[in-house]
């Protein structure tokens, strides 16, 4: 966060516009303090300046660039499937078209496999009501808050339940996840948000679905218009994220970083470490949310976006 910290000065361009609040949520959002400055942060013409006749990528020069003031709203979609990793630098234009073609032909074939199963993935609309009970069988009851679908016959499969049963969680979360922004006053952005959590839980039965997940992929959603690129944009923040999400009886996912930050708070500041060990907070719990979801919900949509940002040019 130290890079941050002189983009949150007075002055430069406010751009708080191009993710607007709803007017009845404007007092209750923290105010966004990042600004974008001439000549440090990246601009849509730095960026294209950055490529070469045939689409190489001068990584580096961009990097700088990101670390000096973030990156301007206009490109952060763009921007972002290099910082994931998502395309190499070093191909060309017309490798990543291809490369892209090929993704979204992907992933538009496991949404189609997973709507056959659940017509209401693709159709605009989610579910927020528990669609079958722990033992497999059909809840019509929940039809009427699940826009007049239910599951007709019962789930013996093993897989198949375990995503059923967590659809409606998924629901829940999205109708939750960044809703003082106007973007998600649209009900087919939320349905967006659902149909990709959805099918990365189809795809990832092992980590499954955990709440906090919705506030990594959101800004993926608001960012790039494609659905496919945003899953693939969620899909590569997860490889890096998804050990914060697993949880076994005995661990936390999150566990050796509250470790860390433990000890660093230790070194820098002893006073306040004891002082949290007084209130009996010196296994840093409260901090768990901070790191899983990479401060989402303690800074304002645009900072929190430039905070993973100066994240993303240290690793």
């Not at 990543?96 to 189609?112: M, P």
């Not at 009427?144 to 599951?151: A, L, R, S």
């Not at 409606?168 to 967006?192: K, P």
Request: glycine residues 8%; aromatic residues 12%.
């Amino acid at each position: 966060m130290i890079c941050c910290g002189h983009m949150w000065k007075s002055g430069g361009e406010d751009l708080q516009g191009f993710y607007p609040v709803r007017s009845e949520c404007v007092a209750d959002v923290p105010r966004t303090r990042f600004k974008s400055r001439a000549g440090k942060t990246l601009s849509a013409r730095r960026w294209h300046a950055a490529f070469t006749e045939d689409g190489h990528l001068d990584m580096e020069r961009v990097l700088r660039r990101i670390q000096r003031g973030g990156i301007h709203p206009s490109i952060k979609g763009e921007v972002w499937e290099f910082l994931l990793g998502g395309y190499d630098p070093d191909s060309t234009f017309e490798e990543r078209n291809i490369l892209r073609n090929h993704r979204r032909e992907q992933y538009y074939a496991w949404k189609e496999e997973c709507r056959q199963m659940v017509p209401l993935i693709g159709s605009g609309k989610f579910v927020t009501m528990a669609v079958v009970a722990e033992d497999g069988q059909p809840l019509e009851e929940s039809s009427v808050e699940n826009q007049g679908w239910f599951v007709k016959t019962a789930i013996t499969d093993k897989r198949l339940l375990q995503w059923m049963l967590v659809l409606s969680q998924i629901g829940l979360d999205v109708v939750r996840t960044d809703r003082y922004l106007s973007f998600y006053e649209n009900e087919s952005n939320q349905a967006r948000l659902w149909d990709i959590l959805s099918i990365y839980t189809w795809l990832n039965p092992d980590i499954g679905y955990v709440q906090g997940m919705n506030d990594i992929c959101s800004p993926m959603i608001i960012l790039l218009e494609d659905e496919a690129d945003a899953f693939w944009c969620f899909e590569r923040a997860m490889r890096r994220l998804r050990e914060n999400f697993r949880t076994t009886a005995t661990s936390m996912g999150v566990q050796t970083q509250l470790g860390m930050l433990s000890q660093v708070i230790k070194t820098v500041d002893p006073r306040l470490h004891q002082h949290l060990e007084d209130l009996d907070g010196g296994e840093y719990l409260f901090a768990i949310r901070m790191l899983m979801v990479l401060f989402r919900r303690e800074f304002s949509f645009l900072d929190a976006l430039y905070l993973w940002e100066g994240l993303e040019c240290l690793i």
